[in-house]
């Protein structure tokens, strides 16, 4: 059956985002630090869901079945469960010490007048090892902090550089909700957009660490962290194993199986029964992401059947005036992902939100599947460690008790890494023929 293409089928998408955004903006303007997150996305898609699925009944279309159908997409849900799984082995993990294991580790390692630098690097090895910037700066704030006291150093500096790190890690991590959301909606394999993703994001590290050792004046400092280093082995055994290529599910189970064994061997007092314990802790927090994928899903599956997606497929080809090369697409990805996550200031809603309409555009503009996840999440990633009302800023302000406008302005990472993923797109010589044109993507 044809689909007719229509603007008002996005007007669901729209309210979403008026609802998740408005509210955030409300709570904001009365004072309350986190803001955006007082009404939470799965609870503000609802009534989103109800007006999609009111256009699609007008249409006379099965809106039930069109919504269920969505939300139990292979992709969706082969998505939740590497959400659980991510979320029992980044929580067992921190339980057993392997995140105070791999903070002892790098403090140790760090050079005395390369503090920053080192920050950057520490915070960077740690995000790309458990998947969260938040977990993140929650374990290498209190570090940062105690490091800008005693060394002298601006706060919004150092706090920036923990930052960075942790924005790295998010968009590369092979346990990052936002790699698995963009690979997962793409059609990519895991390693491959590591891969393609690492090629833009090392320059941009490196760059960042050369301009936070000119910001910062050389001091020594110690850390009273002390952990066993085995304990931070599960994490290289992880990434190792995910850079050969085995299965992301086989990955998490490993690594969820061997995080136990280590901290039963190395852990203080730790048993099974706390393992179990933990792993349904990791399982709740991945619960709020898991309720809005299978909701988005749903909605995307609703906007697609009553044109909604085609709509903006032709609006984006108008707007490339009939061009429909790899930069054109690229960029269209780009812009499309970076407004998702201003309006609703979370990267991951934000792939989710538009990972169907941007695998559509590659389709169209010849752009492979592990391209269009790396440029899908780096611009949902970049604006998200910058804006002040994001969770990354706001925690880390919180922490520290600084201003999240200041805060913005000194996470060099995101700034440079924007600014080299836009000369990647820009850049005119590529290979030919390694993004063949693939049919229209069905689902969201």
């Known amino acids: 059956m044809e689909v007719r293409p229509s603007a008002v089928a996005l007007t669901p998408l729209l309210l979403f985002l008026a609802l998740f955004f408005g509210a955030g903006?409300?709570?904001?303007?009365?004072?309350?630090?986190?803001?955006?997150?007082?009404?939470?996305?799965?609870v503000a898609i609802l009534p989103a869901l109800a007006l999609g699925a009111w256009l699609a009944h007008r249409r006379r279309l099965p809106a039930g079945e069109i919504l269920l159908r969505g939300m139990g997409d292979p992709n969706i849900m082969m998505m939740c469960l590497i959400f659980l799984l991510a979320g029992a082995f980044a929580y067992v993990s921190k339980a057993i010490g392997a995140v105070d294991a791999v903070v002892a580790l790098g403090i140790g390692a760090l050079p005395p007048g390369l503090i920053l630098p080192g920050l950057f690097v520490l915070a960077s090895l740690i995000s790309l090892a458990i998947g969260t910037s938040m977990g993140t700066i929650a374990a290498v704030v209190p570090i940062a902090l105690g490091v800008a006291d005693a060394s002298g150093l601006d706060r919004t500096l150092v706090l920036g550089a923990v930052l960075g790190g942790a924005m790295f890690g998010d968009n590369l991590s092979v346990i990052s909700d936002t790699t698995i959301a963009a690979t997962r909606s793409q059609g990519a394999e895991m390693r491959d957009k590591f891969r393609e993703n690492f090629r833009i994001a090392l320059p941009a590290a490196l760059a960042t660490m050369v301009l936070l050792a000119f910001l910062g004046d050389s001091?020594?400092?110690?850390?009273?962290?002390?952990?066993?280093?085995?304990?931070?082995?599960?994490?290289?055994?992880?990434?190792?194993?995910?850079?050969?290529?085995?299965?992301?599910?086989?990955?998490?189970?490993?690594?969820?199986?061997?995080?136990?064994?280590?901290?039963?061997?190395?852990?203080n007092d730790y048993d099974l029964v706390q393992f179990a314990g933990d792993v349904w802790i990791g399982f709740e927090s991945m619960v709020e992401i898991l309720l809005l994928s299978l909701l988005i899903g749903g909605l995307g599956a609703l906007m697609k059947a009553t044109g909604g997606l085609e709509w903006l497929a032709q609006v984006i080809a108008r707007f490339a005036r009939g061009h429909?090369?790899?930069?054109?697409?690229?960029?269209?990805?780009?812009?499309?992902?970076?407004?998702?996550?201003?309006?609703?200031?979370?990267?991951?809603?934000?792939?989710?939100?538009?990972?169907?309409?941007?695998?559509?555009?590659?389709?169209?503009?010849?752009?492979?599947?592990?391209?269009?996840?790396?440029?899908?999440?780096?611009?949902?990633?970049?604006?998200?460690?910058?804006?002040?009302?994001?969770?990354?800023?706001?925690?880390?302000?919180?922490?520290?008790?600084?201003?999240?406008?200041?805060?913005?302005?000194?996470?060099?990472?995101?700034?440079?890494?924007?600014?080299?993923?836009?000369?990647?797109?820009?850049?005119?010589?590529?290979?030919?023929?390694?993004?063949?044109?693939?049919?229209?993507?069905?689902?969201?």
Request: glycine share 10%; aromatic share 10%.
């Open 25 to 42: 903006l409300y709570f904001t303007a009365q004072g309350e630090a986190m803001g955006f997150y007082q009404l939470r996305a799965p």
């Open 219 to 267: 001091a020594p400092v110690t850390s009273d962290v002390s952990a066993s280093p085995w304990l931070a082995l599960p994490y290289a055994l992880v990434l190792v194993l995910a850079l050969l290529g085995l299965d992301v599910l086989v990955v998490l189970g490993i690594g969820l199986v061997l995080s136990a064994g280590f901290g039963l061997a190395f852990g």
């Open 324 to 444: 429909r090369g790899r930069r054109t697409g690229e960029f269209s990805i780009a812009a499309l992902s970076t407004t998702a996550d201003v309006f609703t200031a979370n990267n991951t809603v934000a792939i989710l939100v538009s990972g169907g309409v941007a695998k559509d555009i590659a389709a169209r503009h010849g752009i492979s599947p592990r391209r269009a996840a790396s440029v899908l999440d780096i611009f949902a990633c970049v604006p998200q460690g910058l804006l002040p009302y994001g969770a990354q800023i706001l925690l880390a302000a919180s922490l520290a008790s600084v201003s999240p406008l200041a805060l913005s302005g000194s996470v060099y990472y995101c700034w440079i890494l924007g600014l080299v993923a836009i000369g990647f797109m820009a850049w005119p010589s590529r290979t030919p023929g390694r993004a063949p044109v693939a049919a229209p993507a069905e689902g969201a």
